[in-house]
């Protein structure tokens, strides 16, 4: 075999090997935590979806118990990942803006949990509509 083979067969090898995501961009934080099922839905009832990263001590078992009790967010959408630590969720932005759902839920998550927003996707409510 020569060099351009032997050059050949790597390139074609390293072309189907997997890519892993390095969980730096918030690209990556929003792949983690993607449902297109979520976000489909979320669209046809008019809510957006909220990804966020978690800094500090991640409980997702806290998070979805939380999400339960916090106004617009559908409890049933919400999603973990522990690698990268994000967490997103379907909300009603009706009933709050995506700030303050994240800020519930962060109060009701363990002490040292930070959330912050990285992307909202969907049509987000005028100010005007939110209370």
Known sequence: MTA????LAVASLLAFSPV???????????????DHAVVRRATLQ??????CEVRGTFDSRRL?????????????SLRTSANPATVSFALDDYRQSPQSAVNAL???APKGTELVIVQVQGLAAAP????
């Open 4 to 7: 351009t083979h032997i050059a």
């Open 20 to 34: 892993q995501a390095c969980g730096v961009c918030n690209e990556d934080k929003v792949a983690a935590t993607y």
């Open 46 to 51: 008019g809510r957006v979806v909220v990804f």
């Open 64 to 76: 979805k118990a939380a999400a339960s009790r916090i106004s617009g967010i559908d409890a049933a």
């Open 106 to 108: 962060q109060a009701a």
């Open 128 to 131: 005007s509509r939110r209370h």
